[in-house]
Each structure stands twice: as structure tokens, then as C-alpha cells.
């Protein structure tokens, strides 16, 4: 059956009526004026300023419109824009959508997505305000986040100095995993498949990262969205530093959580070095901080995988038996420019 | 010769090292951290809150890879973003610049690109704060634009009411008919030719709406991008009325402004009441306001067009020798789910 013809209003409707009644209305307070006029009106808490962030998410590039359900494609276009504020210590506020699709894609898939976006919108308390929609033969979306954070308790990346230790939430390689399994499937995977879920519906880390620039443990911090190797030197390069990493203290995933018979998935290690879209949290804090760091934080592990060092160059230091092997880490996560989906 | 291999990062170096010799930066102030980290920080003036808009600029949607030069494609993409924040009577502070391109285009196109996009940036005092990048076949842009606006100043849409005058500033209908000239062109048109200025060098009205705004003069406001008769309907729905528009009162291009030979062409009535990407403001203010709205403002003609009624009809009034010819006016601008460029 050929969709109902649809025209941008109409599609601006289905939008803002989903708006009124189920996005999250917890930060509507910071929102003056959301969807429907020219522009959204912010007002960030006193003593607070605005973070701002914005993020792709490309039909080819970031998801395959065959492979992702409109659910995950939803979810996950907010989430990853959400780790952003949650890599600065921030609280989100709003998000605006861009958004354009091919009119087949104006009906049942577009709910879908709305219905993904409204339960990461309502669990991460942050509101849709406003965006543009166009038509387009690929499915393009664009999400920018807008959240605030306490005048001055901003975590950037620069904040690194030699002798600090550094951290990673959770367990690395995960989405990776699951993005390399979903190839290799035949159809749309299902989305409850438990080594799929970090790479369909990843988490924002926002209480973790409030919670480390609101007491001031860390230094620099930063998301991990193209992989460890590549995201660990941003931050160096900011901070112009460099890092010791300890090859066994990396939280990988288990070898006995990937499928049998899957000779061609890389490593535990090279998910954890190299695999992107894990969106945990990299922080480094000093040393004598480390009494002040969980091991868990509100039941997410924490751990230590290294030292920033005084140089420029990021080493992986693996121990063998009777001495450590040395080598350098070079950045090998995602690029656009370099990979395809 | 191929172009040189880039990758995220190389790409991100060329558009922020532009950033910090030659955007504007006049915003600085208000920007407390910009490219570089995961997100950036925006901090309004003490009593105004935070204006947000975002605008899609597609390739094939928007504008035409081999019909717009790179320049004017980086000064539109700015300045219609701008003029939602013109709309809302507010001063912009920042951008946030998602790019996504072939990466053929990477080298002489983004630098020309950039260019057009920083004097942008310069004339309308709007410095870049940061971004996304990406690889795609097409050239895919969206532009954030972050404001601020004397809390309470913003004027809105649905602000309009019964016997409110109904005003447009500039032209209507000049950006429409550049488009239509640079479709019949055979190769990319220069970007000097007066009568494609407006098409692709448009001028947000940003000190109109600022001083519309801080007198309080105007009810409700919007910028018309899709054409008078799309865009009226949606303020008069956002306010809840109807409108009657003089056709004797439009500012039409002149019939001699358009080339010879030219016999398709709309005519100049249905260029001012159809045509898009004006960028002019629309607005309404009540009837005793009238003294306090000048036909000129700093040289921007302000034309009184017609008035807001009661009811949800917009109609065309056209005056004949010894009647009145009243007809509905449906929207029938610039729909990208109806029309392509």
C-alpha cells in the first residue's frame, strides 16, 4: 500500500504531537519555548551555563537502514549526542532533530523512531525543542543537545597532567562486538539479542560524569565514541601529555561472550583498543585522588588502565612473564574518512 | 591530480585553525569553551535566555554541487540559520557547523566553503563553537545556531491578533527568481550577477528584528523562507487567525528586473507570494502602532501588506477598477515533500 501522501507540516505534526504528551517534561523549566515557533528558547539554571552539541547519525555511515530498527536507530541518535554532555559533567536540557527521510519512510518507520527517541527523551530527561525535517532519497538525521553545567565545573579534555591516573567505565569493545555480529547477520537483528543491546541502545554515562565534575575528581574526561586508541589521543594531544596504558588492566569483553565459530572477530584487546561507539567515559584524576574513586559507581564498573606520562606519545605496556612489552599505540578507532559501516 | 588523503581529524585542523585567525569574534565573550572538546559552553548575557535553531542545507534539496559556487554555499548555509534568530528578535552568539562530504570535496571546496562561511560569520557576528564531521557521497550540512534575547523579548508566532497590521521588510520574491534564472543557466552562474545576489547571498534582518523585539512594535513575528503564502498560514495558525493581503500592496519584483526572453517565468505577484528563501521578516503589530513602524529601516523598505481578521481564512484582496476580487490564498510555497530544487 502506497503511504499516505505527506507534506513537511504533517510530518511536523506527527512530531510535535508526540512532543505534547510523552516526551520527557522534567526539563521543561529550562525550556521557555519549544517546537513550533522559529526558534527554541533555553534558559539554563543561574550560576549554570549551556553546553552545546551536535552529532550525525547517516543512513550508510552510522546505521543501516536494513540491518537497525527505527526503535534502536531512535534510542541511539539521542544517546550518543547525550554522551557528550554527560563527557563534559553537564545535564541535559533539550535536543533539537534534524531530520530528513524519503516519503516512504514518512509513515510507519518514522513512529518507530519517534517511539526509540521518546524512551531515550524520558530516560535521560531531555526534551525535543524544536529541529528542521526535509526530504532526502537516505534517512539523515542530525541531533543537537543542549544541557547546562555549574559555571566553571566543566571537565574538558585539556585538564591532564603527567603522573595522573586514568580511567574507563564499563567494558570496552562491546558495541563493537555487536556491530561486527549484526553484519554478519543475515536480517534486521532481533533487539533484545543481550550482545547487541550496547551497540542498539548504549547509555550515556550522565550520572557518572555529573558526579565527577560536581566533586571535582577529574581532570579531563571525555566519551569514548571512536575507540579508546584514537579518543585517548584527543585527549593527550589537548592536554599535551602522554599515556602509559596497561594491556591487562583493559576491561574487555569475554571470550566466552562472543558466539562460537566467529574465527574472524578481532581480539577481546583490539575491541577494547579500537572498537567504537562504547560511549563510556574516559577521565583521568590524580593520584591521590584514587581513594576518592569507586571501583563501582551506582553499579557501573570503574577502572583504572593507566598513567598519563610527560611526552607525547601513548605506549601499551603488555607484561610478559618476565619483562613488559613496550609498544605504541597508534590511533586505529573509527573514521569516517578512513572506514565505512 | 587526487586530493590529498584526509581523515576526521586533518579535517577538523582546517576548519578550526580558520577559527581562531578569522571567525568573528565579537561572541568570544559569550563562549566560554568552543572547538576542541566534546562539547562547547555558551553563556548568555545576565537576563536573556538561550535562542536555538537548527537548518538543514542538503545537496540536491538546497543547493546544487555544480550550479552554487562553494563560497555562497557556506555564506547561505549560515546566514538562513541566522535569520530564525532574526525572527525571534534576538542577537546571535555562536554555530555549531555538521558537515558532511565526498572527500573529493575536502580540499579546494571546503576551503572556498569556509571561506563564504567566515565572512558570514564576520558580517553577523556569529562565531563558530563546534561541530561534527563526516564522509558522505553527497555534501550534507547543518547548521545550530545559538542566540540570546532579553528574557521575555522574543517575539513569537502566535502573538498576532484581530486588526494587527501585517508587514514584510525588503522585497518579496527576488531570491525565488534568482533560483529560476540559475536553473536555466548552463554552467555554475556567477556569484556577482545582481539578480542571483539575494538567492545566494542572503541577508538575515537581524537589526530589524532586534529593534522590532526591544521596542516591542511587533506581535508576532517569523522569517519567511518558504514563501509568504506557506509561511502567513503558519503564523496565522500559530495565533489562531486569518489575514486579508492587498495583491496592489505586495513589493513585487519589477517586470523589468527579469530578463528578456524569460516568458516562463512566474510573474512577479506569484514569485512575492510563492517564492522562497527571502529571508525577509514578516510581521504584524497592532493598528495604533502604526506612527512607530517606519517605511524605512536603515534602508530596508518596511511595506505594510494587509491585516489580521478573525477566523482561520487567509485571502487575497485584488483591487479591479469598480470592485474588489477576494480569493483564497492557499500555501503554495516551498514544500521539500511536495517540490525539489
Redesign the interface.
Known amino acids: 500500500m502506497p503511504p499516505k501522501r505527506?507534506?513537511?507540516?504533517s510530518?511536523l505534526r506527527k512530531i510535535a504531537n508526540g512532543s505534547r504528551s510523552s516526551w520527557s517534561r522534567a526539563a521543561r523549566k529550562s525550556l521557555?519555548?519549544g517546537i513550533?515557533?522559529?526558534?527554541?528558547?533555553?534558559?539554563?539554571k543561574p550560576g549554570h551555563?549551556?553546553?552545546?552539541?551536535?552529532?550525525?547519525f547517516?543512513e550508510?555511515?552510522?546505521f543501516l537502514r536494513e540491518k537497525h530498527a527505527p526503535d534502536a536507530v531512535g534510542w541511539k541518535c539521542l544517546a550518543r549526542a547525550l554522551s557528550?554532555?554527560a563527557?563534559?559533567g553537564?545535564t541535559p536540557g533539550?535536543f533539537?532533530l534534524?531530520l530528513?527521510l524519503p516519503?516512504t519512510h514518512?509513515g510507519r518507520w518514522l513512529e518507530q523512531f519517534l517511539g526509540g527517541l521518546r524512551r531515550a527523551s524520558r530516560k535521560f530527561q531531555c526534551v525535543l525543542?524544536?529541529?528542521?525535517?526535509?526530504?532526502?532519497d537516505?534517512i539523515?538525521i542530525?541531533v543537537?543537545v543542549?544541557?547546562e553545567?555549574r559555571?566553571g565545573h566543566?571537565v574538558?579534555?585539556?585538564g591532564a597532567r603527567k603522573g595522573d591516573l586514568i580511567y574507563v567505565s564499563g567494558r570496552l569493545g562491546e558495541a563493537e562486538l555487536g556491530l561486527q555480529l549484526l553484519r554478519r547477520a543475515k536480517v534486521s537483528a532481533s533487539t533484545n539479542n543481550p550482545l547487541l543491546k550496547k551497540h542498539l541502545y548504549p547509555e550515556p554515562r550522565l550520572e557518572l560524569g555529573r558526579w565527577l565534575a560536581e566533586k571535582k575528581i577529574a581532570t579531563a574526561m571525555?566519551?569514548l565514541s571512536d575507540g579508546l586508541s584514537s579518543d585517548l589521543a584527543?585527549l593527550c594531544s589537548?592536554s599535551r601529555v602522554g599515556a602509559v596504558i596497561r594491556a591487562d588492566a583493559l576491561p574487555c569483553v569475554k571470550p566466552s561472550g562472543t558466539p562460537g565459530g566467529s574465527s574472524k572477530l578481532p581480539s577481546p584487546r583490539d575491541l577494547a583498543l579500537h572498537g567504537g561507539d562504547d560511549y563510556e567515559l574516559l577521565f583521568t584524576a590524580r593520584r591521590g585522588a584514587l581513594p576518592s574513586v569507586p571501583w563501582k559507581f551506582r553499579g557501573l564498573p570503574i577502572h583504572p588502565i593507566g598513567q598519563i606520562t610527560s611526552g607525547s606519545t601513548i605506549v601499551l605496556a603488555e607484561p610478559r612473564s618476565t619483562f613488559t612489552k613496550l609498544r605504541a599505540l597508534s590511533p586505529g578507532g573509527w573514521?569516517?574518512?578512513?572506514k565505512r559501516l
Open positions: 505527506q507534506n513537511e507540516d510530518i521557555a519555548m513550533g515557533d522559529d526558534a527554541a528558547l533555553f534558559r539554563p551555563e549551556t553546553i552545546l552539541t551536535c552529532d550525525w547517516l550508510g555511515t552510522h557528550d554532555i563527557a563534559m553537564g533539550c533539537l534534524s530528513a516519503e514518512t525543542a524544536g529541529g528542521d525535517t526535509t526530504r532526502q537516505k539523515l542530525n543537537t543542549v544541557g553545567v559555571t566543566a574538558l579534555r585539556s571525555m566519551d584527543r589537548a573514521d569516517p574518512f578512513r
